[in-house]
């Protein structure tokens, strides 16, 4: 449904005003924005891939048309500065404005990435750093985001389903979500409901989502990242590790540590495809080479476990 929306952009002459093949570079952006609100995309995603979209146009230059000789020059643009990861992304935002403005023929595709096999370190946030950005917190006196990070933290809960925790919702333990057209139930541990209600109390809270602006508007993400950023210096932490789905990432490990039920969180995270959750099961790197080390297939010693003895290795040299 969406695509025919955004077939109906008007194609003609270059003149007027207009650019790419005769539509104008605000019109396309328009209709496309539209088109992912008809499918009832979220707020960030809408905002995150008009901002792609916008990338590379800016990369193609005004009035230039949208050629596939173009698309692979950005593709190749992108993998020298960015992530892959950050590229794929941008790409999956670009094939779908180009399908909306009848350009799927000059669509590329994504980097081929293999799977990794371990978590990297340098942004992980581990369970101690997480509890110093709890500190840091309170020592700034920054009650509502002690209390955000807790609530994502202790449940795994989306930064855009936070305004589904309500002071009702408190009461049941049961935070009911819907967003893009699924419907899900967040538990709320027994702890957190405690604090929360003390919260709203001093708040002034009375109904309706718990975490607020002063204004009485739900807390959005840029809001909490920039309030979380601020605590880096005083938690010593990394500022790379510092970011709100970082709370939900320590959930989802600490919890498949514990239980090894994959099945059963993807059902906590509210993820339909178990693909999505296995990111969550990969061990650290450290933890990775740590195996790799004990191994003992580089020479050196080995203590296998119940079993005595040594095994060695010969060092050979070669001329």
């Known amino acids: 449904m969406a695509d025919r929306t955004c077939g109906k952009i008007p194609q003609g002459g270059s003149e007027g005003g207009t650019d790419r093949g005769g539509r104008s570079e605000g019109r396309m952006l328009a209709v496309f924005e539209q088109a992912l609100r008809e499918e009832e995309k979220s707020r960030a995603t809408i905002e995150k891939y008009c901002r792609d979209v916008k990338a590379f146009l800016g990369y193609a230059g005004e009035g230039a048309a949208i050629t596939k000789e173009t698309v692979i020059g950005y593709k190749n643009w992108l993998g020298e500065h960015y992530e892959i990861s950050s590229a794929n ?27 990794e096999a371990f978590r990297g370190k340098e942004r992980e946030l581990k369970k101690e750093e997480y509890f110093r950005l709890l500190q840091a917190a309170g020592e700034a006196g920054d009650e509502r985001l002690l209390m955000i990070m807790q609530a994502i933290c202790s449940t795994g809960i989306r930064i855009s389903e936070l305004p589904f925790i309500t002071v009702d919702a408190l009461q049941s333990r049961r935070a009911r979500v819907s967003l893009k057209g699924k419907t899900r139930t967040v538990l709320l541990p027994l702890e957190l409901c405690r604090k929360l209600k003390q919260y709203a109390r001093r ?27 601020r605590l880096c210096r005083r938690a010593r932490v990394e500022e790379a590790k510092v970011f709100p789905h970082n709370l939900r990432h320590l959930f989802a490990v600490t919890f498949y540590k514990e239980e090894k039920d994959i099945c059963h969180l993807a059902d906590l995270l509210g993820h339909s495809n178990l693909n999505t959750t296995r990111i969550y099961t ?14 003992g297939l580089c020479g050196g010693k080995k203590l296998p476990h119940n079993m005595d003895y040594v095994v060695t290795c010969p060092i050979f040299s070669f001329t």
């Open 89 to 115: 992304s941008m790409l999956a935002a670009l094939r779908k404005f180009l399908r909306c403005i009848g350009k799927e023929d000059c669509a590329v595709r994504s980097f081929r990435v293999q799977k």
């Open 203 to 229: 708040r002034g809270v009375a109904s309706g989502s718990v975490f607020v602006t002063r204004s009485g508007r739900p807390m959005d993400r840029s809001n909490i990242l920039h309030s979380m950023k």
């Open 282 to 295: 990969l061990i650290s790197c450290e933890e990775q080479e740590q195996k790799l080390n004990g191994l």
